[in-house]
């Protein structure tokens, strides 16, 4: 198992008053699965996300990634495991805007020491922006942003692909292709994505699709997972 | 709509406090750091004037009898009523408790110099009138004096062994034995006076005029810093400004797209800046009180004058005093708003408010400013080849000054990219390229920096050779222990008699003006003795230097009059000797000349001899000793080790004043990079947000905020290292040529560097902590906010 | 603060006050107490009283002209000299306790020129003999066999003057035969002038010498403690109408607001006629802005019982005196029921 969720729970203070945002979230994630965690605006997926990235921590239950309890590392262990076994895509603002592009493709990569340039001109002519590498983030596209974003994480060959609405920012046609992109590197890479989306026709392009409500995750049908992973 | 603009405007200010504490704050610390430094100048000069006062009284010219002869008070009277304006000295030695004390009266109702300060102190100046009155003496003396029926206060300028008082009361004290021993004369004459009578003379101000020149030129350097300290509150002001405009673009814009016309939005913008600047520059004057108060207990007296204290001819002062604080706000704030109202006027009505793209405006923004710092570089250029005068150096000054400020972003990117190239670890290159980003936001507070730290380089170097130049020449001038004028043959037949023993050796010193060049000159001859050959400051000689001049193979003659005169080392002079030593001589702007004692008598048998140096182991003794014998006055017979002592604690006061200022003016960069770092945080997040979630922790990237801070100082000190010494060297070798024509030497202190440079890192670190801490405690859930559309 | 201010400061106190002395000189154990006192009905012995009082706290020998040159351009003159004592006495040499001061100024309608000394007595730097009559400090005099005829002279860096004053007429004695009360609560100086000086001389200006003449008034004053403590500031005007007859008048301002007014009438031939307080009205209706306060310049003057209505206006506004106690004096123009000239002096501004 990449990823194991056993019993999480998570309550925010607001104000003085306990809110619950996670009830009893359960699941994990096989190596090279594909997962979408789906849930209305506001439902808490993003908080879980943060939870398995380790930018934020539960209130209660256990989150394994790699076989590695997460919950009690310290801040500098959780920083370590993002520099190496994980890797995570936002919805925007990802990339580090004083770097050029191509330095932001490969900052990951070297971060967690596992720079390979032959990987990261592959990814790079992957994503097709080969030729804006000297530019810097502010020059591109939010497409594009977005493109540079997963082939920084697939440089550094991450186990886990954390995706938190990665294409929410980009149109239809636009979020497809960058889509595609993604879960092709990935499988390419043999890394797991757990991607959180609001977006059904997203969604449907997991393997598997758990949807969370009031706290808790429920399976969808596997049958359309079946044929999405089939593609 | 006046009203609702008012309102928008205000509205902002009333949402985010912390921007109008900052531009306040910035406006009043500049404006305190200037009226700082102006009162802690004005009591540099202030303790300077009064030095030189006192090393002279001498320096006040003086009627004197042809005869040499002591001046009766009628003879004062008399002079007094042909409308000379002198005033009586009365000197004598009188015995106290055993010991010999020289007691000197003086007339404080025409006095032409500066009184002692300690004379106006509680009571006034009427205490020391009469025959009950106060007396002034050493602090180490008055143990020495107790059970006398003088009533004394302790002042640490008058020398060892002498007691000013009241000349009534010395009259007293001496009984008939005391005698009016100078006139000094004042320097105010009146339109139309009688001559002198015959049997006087005027004796002009001796040996101590040179002292006084030195001084002047001090006075100049530090009036220079004056200026530089304007210059560093300038650029924090400008930073405040710009800063307040930046913030508001939103508002502005919205106002505009309201209806508010842009010259009524201008208006607005002006008055508010206007009321700002004048509460902050009060505010800043108060606080410059405080600051100098508190540094320099010293100056309170001072600053009585300057501030307060509602008498006739100190409220003038008073006025300029506030109106040069309030005006430096004011033209601050004007310089900075021009700028940025231009800016405004440029600005597009619907243009989108995006994040201004930091890494490309800000090349070109550093270009340009470095091209304009080029101009400013080719100006001072001609200014220096063309120009005359010390305006001229001045003008020089400011050019490299400000070239150099405006080189800074420039020079920083610089070293950023070429440090960003350089590295291999990517955090490494992020740190660097991150730097760079900011660079924009820093950059003023840094341009801020770099003027502190020239300045004090350049201030501390100049003070510190001065100390130097000024030492040496009092170890030249006054190498013997004791100095002696005789009245007259017979009272230096007198002295030799008794020195004969007394003494270790007794050095003759003769004279003769005359002219050599062409100008006036002096012509000295000198005791081949050991004496000169230690200390007299050569500069090039032949090998047998003085044996040639002892024998009248050969002269020297000072820096000035070889240079003047293009003379050189072996050379043969117009007065047929050969030019055997060149020796510097500071602070003295005419040609000098020393011949052996034997070729000077030769030469001009007629020169009596009065003066001598006198070498002993015990000066304070014999110099007691001689008065108690000769009655000999003040300047009959001079202490070189009270002169020098005094001379070297005046040095230390101006540095305690110099390092105060070094820490104030390094504090006020340090304010300028807080303000800086604090505005920067919030635009920060999104640019530290993705290097977060790629997992660096945010107790790391805070320490790298620190290290950074330190980075942009300790790259800013290597540029301001060369801009002070330069600024030192145009002081000293531009400035102050131009003004009395003769120049400083310049000595290197390392270790001052050293110092200042680590001092400069300790207020970057200090400036940058509390913005780390605060990004160390940042709520991920503000970091994560930044990946979402939720912010 | 400079310490020469402090000096003036104080001297100031004991001319224009006469307080808080025993406080400034406690190490010299005289109270102002020890000092003579003007009596009601006193006599004056001349020409002793032209000379000094030495056992009087404060005393001064006080000139101004108005004058004109060749052209009609008019001129005003200063001469002053000024006794303080710190002890009721006079001793020889140094330990003098008797301290002076002098003041001289040139007024023209452009310029105002001030100079000032300041000796101690003793020694014969300054001082005033009675007979003959001679007033001094330093160089500067005013000095002839009688007050009658004095030659007079005084120099500053860029200005001075040398003129010979003839009396017209007698002195005048002001108040009850010179016994002249300074406040409500009786405190007093000795009083008299010589109102009817004609002037000729010469005046030494940047531009070169000028010729004047004209009239001149001498005032003698001596006291101890002359204004109540209260007595803040005055107005003084001496007037000479063409007409012939001459009027003193001043006011005294109290803190409280309270004024106190005297004023002395003087026919050509002497005869005097002395006005008790409130007779004699001074109301400011102009100011001049100088040295950096306002100043009333332009001053309606009433004496109703003499029929007296005029508008006293100066001939400089900007004639402050910038010693070290500074006032404002100088020469004024006189038009109304009555036309002529004079010298408002004015303190505490």
Known sequence: MVLRLSHVAKSYSVGGTAVEVLRDVSFDLGAGETLALEGESGSGKSTVLHLIAGLDAPTQGAIEVEGTEITRLSDTELAKMRRGTVGVIFQQFNLIPSLTVGANIAFHARLCGAFDPAWTDHLAARIGLEHHLEKYPEALSGGQQQRVAIARTLAARPRLILADEPTGNLDEDTADTVLALMLESAQEAGAAVLMVTHSARQAARMGRRLILSHGAVSERSAAGAGAAAAQ | MIGQGVQALWSHWRYNPWQLITLLAGLALSTALWSGVQAINAEARASYAQASDLLGAADVSRVVRRDGAALSVAEYVSLRRLGWPVSPVLEGQVDINGQSFRIVGIDPLTFPAALPESAGEEGGLTAMLGTEALAMAHPDDIPELAGSTLILRPDATRPRGSVLMDIAQAQQVMGPQGSIKRLLLGSVMPLNHAPLPPEYRVAQAGVQTDVTRLTQSFHLNLTAFGLLSFAVGIFIVYGAVGLAFEQRRGVFRTLRALGLPLNRLMLLLVAELTVFALLAGAAGVALGYLIAAALLPDVAATLRGLYGADVAGQLQLRAAWWASGLGMALAGTAIAAAAAL???????????????????????????????????????????????????????????????????????????????????????????????????????????????????????????????????????????????????????????????????????????????????????????????????????????????????????????????????????????????????????????????????????????????????????????????????????????????????????????????????????????????????????????????????????????????????AALTGVLAVPVGLLLAWVLLAVVNVEAFGWRLPMYFFPLDYLRLAGLTLVAAFLAALWPAVKLARTDPQRLLKVFSNER | MNVRSMLYAFIFLVIFAGQGVAQGFAGLGQSADAFAQPERGGSFAFPADHGAHPAYQIEWWYVTANLKDDQGRDFGLQWTLFRSAMAPEERPGWDSPQLWMGHAAVTTPQDHFVAERIARGGVGQAGVTAAPFEAWIDEWHMAGDTLDQVEMRAMGADFGYQVTLTAQGPLVFHGENGFSQKSASGRASYYYSQPFYAVEGTLMLPDGPVEVTGTAWLDREWASQPLAATQVSWDWFSMVFDEGPRLMGFTLHDSDGSDFTQATWIEPDGTTTAFPNGAFLATPLDTTRVAGRDVPTRWRVQLPDKGVDVTVSALNGSAWMTTSIPYWEGPVRIEGTHSGQGYLEMTGY
């Open chain 2, 342 to 712: 231009f800016k405004l006027a440029q600005m597009p009505l619907l243009s989108f408010n995006h994040p201004r793209a930091m890494s490309v405006g800000a090349s070109v923004a550093g270009q340009r400013l470095a091209g304009g710092a080029v101009l400013l570089f080719l100006l001072g250029i001609l200014v220096a080849l063309w120009g005359e005068g010390i305006l001229a150096g001045f003008a020089l000054l400011a050019c490299l000054l400000i070239g150099a400020a405006f080189c800074v972003p420039w020079f920083l990117a610089q070293c950023l990219s070429v440090a960003e190239r350089l590295s291999t670890r990517a955090v490494v290159q992020w740190f660097w390229a991150d730097s760079r980003q900011q660079l924009p936001g820093l950059s003023m507070a840094l341009m801020a920096l770099l003027l502190a730290m020239a300045a004090n380089i350049g201030v501390s170097t100049m003070v510190s050779s001065f100390r130097m130049t000024f030492t040496a020449y009092l170890d030249q001038r006054l190498a013997s222990e004791l100095y002696l004028n005789a009245r007259d043959a017979a009272q230096a037949e007198a002295l030799l008699g008794y020195l004969g023993t007394a003494a270790d050796a007794v050095l003759p010193i003769v004279s003769v003006d005359t002219r050599l060049g062409g100008l006036p000159a002096e012509v000295f001859g000198i005791r081949d003795h050991e004496t000169y050959r230690t200390h007299w400051p050569l500069l090039q000689a032949t090998p047998d230097v003085w044996d040639a001049l002892a024998a009248g193979e050969g002269v020297l003659v000072n820096e000035q009059l070889a240079r003047r005169e293009g003379w050189g080392i072996g050379q043969t002079l117009p007065t047929g000797d050969r030019l055997i030593g060149i020796y510097s001589d500071y602070g003295n702007s005419a040609g000098q000349m020393i011949l052996g004692e034997a070729l000077f008598s030769a030469r001009y048998p007629d020169v009596p001899r009065l003066r001598f140096g006198v070498r002993t182991d015990q000066p304070e003794a014999l110099a007691a000793a001689l008065r108690a014998r000769f009655d000999l006055d003040e300047e009959a017979l001079i202490n070189q080790t009270d002169l020098k002592a005094f001379s070297l604690q005046v040095f230390e006061r101006t540095f305690s004043v110099t390092a105060a200022l070094n820490v104030l003016t390094l504090s006020v960069a340090g304010l300028a990079i807080l303000i800086s770092l604090l505005t920067l945080a919030t635009m920060r997040l999104p640019q530290l947000a993705p290097v977060w979630a790629l997992g660096l922790t945010r107790a790391a990237l805070s320490r790298l905020e620190v290290v950074r801070a330190v980075c942009l």
